[in-house]
């Protein structure tokens, strides 16, 4: 889960050196975080703060996650309603009981984040980390004879560390947190939090059967209880759901879903954030599942239930809209995700500002569906400008720096930019390796990537080199037969097919192929390029039929994979119209070549040897028809772009138009 809105302004206001200009009140404090968490604007907010904000993020980044802690404390101020909202369905003491823990919580926490005032701290920032531990010693001091709200600020606590990301630090507080709630005379629905919470720990980190045995028993204890909250339940519901999407259990979470959101729904209402969550959640599975009416279905629930629960322009709507996009996008309608993504911008701009980190997430995820539109020139200047600008807010990870630099290096090479995408690999291959190692996997998929330029301009051995080195580390770093190492597979067998290695080219590709076992979906993208690399070499290898059916295949599944006009249908189209011509079927060779050329140019300019290679082989096509004269007209247009490149492969393509 993530932060949601811009606290940056808030814990400036919360901290200021000067009384005056902080917050009057505690109330005046509880009422912005309650509108940053509605994804409302803030009253801390103002023009004038945003260069001081960026400019304590760089200097401080440590302490600005103590905000964290600030909107913390207001969510426990908040329990105060959430326990009177139970009033209804319990009885007058208990209640009471409920209304006076929830408020002793906020008192507690409010204490804990006056460690974080410039009067107590002298001026000094303080880090998330300092602030959690002053508040555990706190609670060691002030409430070990209290274990329910021993109990309940200790899962405040391990929940605040989550969402920093100290998985650790938060098992440890939740542990902490569960036992103190073992006793009797503790309400069922603090252990369920402490319970719900260290099954979110372990969705975060890959623990997904640990995951649903806490929440299973979550489930079970509210199950046992007089009068469960609705809201543990379906928070329960949740955690078990996210679970079984980790462990890749579609019919599960399907299933799971489907049993229990009419009910939550109903007991909660359509505007319930427990409730869109879990419609959100399907709409992804159904999306992985290609069935996109359906998923299209629930998104909307999701996206209604956020509105009516959080307001139009709330972020929680924006990321909907940004889940929704992905769906859109895998279904091929690259308007509406661009739409989508549109509308989600201006929401995250309006409320939490461009230089959020979750607002450049969202501008990234629109700049790939413009690039997906074949729109590179249009997306170029606009990551570039990304990049610099979330460099100089310092509000870009490694992870985000490294993805940014291979999408840039990907613009020039679509754009034939062979010698600028290298430059921009380099540096997404210095990101990957300075923050993950020599041997990790992020710098193995930068070095594959890099194969690509190097193979188009004829660098063969630094392409060789450079997939070799990539597949090694993918070998130590990722499963057996990863996509990511099947992509690596196909892109060697073109480039040892190149050299001429054909039996080399056909067991690379081979392996590429064999690595889309039935644990990876028919639509994964790289299925059809493996699916062509290996009809390639089955081709050189004079394996004539295996390869038109492998080219077919490819064909097929890169329909499914990419919008018809997509340049990846370039590769599977062109291996297909190559088998084509060696059996000597012309006529349904020009056809396919005719479509290549469309998918291809544009984006790809003129020269590309992408191009060139896909006319080379119409006019080859024209000349199998009879039809001389287009293929020798075709042929003295190609033949000087050819000789200006003056490569290897320029030469062979030039002696094809002979």
Known sequence: RQLRGDVDAIVLKAVEADPARRYASAAAFADDVERLLDGRPVRARAPTRWYRARKFVLRHKGGVATTVALVLAVLASLGLALWQARIAHTHAAIAQAHANRADAVRQFMVGVFENASPDVRGGQPITAQELLAKGEKQVDSGLRDEPALEADVLTLLGQLDIEIGEFDEARRLLGRALEASAGRGVPTEVRVRALTGMALIEVETNAYDAALGHARQALSLLGQAALPDA??????????????????????????????????????????????????????????????????????????????GFGESSNRVAHALNEYSNMLEDKGDLAGAEAALRRALAIREATVGANNHDTMTVEANLLYVIEAAGRYAEALPQRLALLARGTEAGALHDR???????????????QGRFDDALRAYAKALDVATRSQGERSSWRAGALSRMSVPYRLTDRLGDAEAALRESLSIFADSEPAGSPNSALAHAELGWVLLREHR????????????????????????????????????????????????????????????????????????????????????????ERTLREALAVRSPPYPADDPRVLEVEAALAAALRGQGRHGEAAALAAEVRPLLRASASPYARALEARLQ
């Open 231 to 308: 809201a543990d339940v379906a928070n329960a519901h949740q955690m078990i759901a996210q679970a079984l999407i980790g462990k890749g259990d579609r019919k599960g979470v399907e299933a799971m879903l489907r049993a229990n959101l009419a009910g939550d729904e109903a007991a909660l209402g359509r505007a319930s954030e427990y409730v869109a969550d879990q419609w959100l959640q399907l709409g992804d599975e159904l999306g992985e599942q290609g069935r996109y009416d359906e998923a299209e279905r629930a998104f909307r629930n999701a996206i209604e239930g956020y509105r009516l």
């Open 400 to 414: 985000d720096q490294m993805v940014l630099w291979n999408a840039i290096a990907r613009d020039y090479q679509e």
């Open 502 to 589: 054909v039996a080399e080219a056909l067991a690379e590709s081979e392996r590429a192929v064999a690595a889309f076992g039935p644990d990876i979906g028919a639509g994964h993208p790289y299925r059809p390029m493996a699916l062509a690399a290996f009809s390639d070499a089955q081709r050189a290898n004079g394996a004539l039929a295996e390869a038109l059916a492998t080219a077919t295949s490819a064909v097929d599944y890169a329909r499914r994979a990419f919008p018809r006009a997509h340049p990846a249908l370039g590769a599977p189209l062109f291996a297909l119209a190559e088998a084509q011509l060696a059996l000597a079927a012309a006529k349904a060779a």
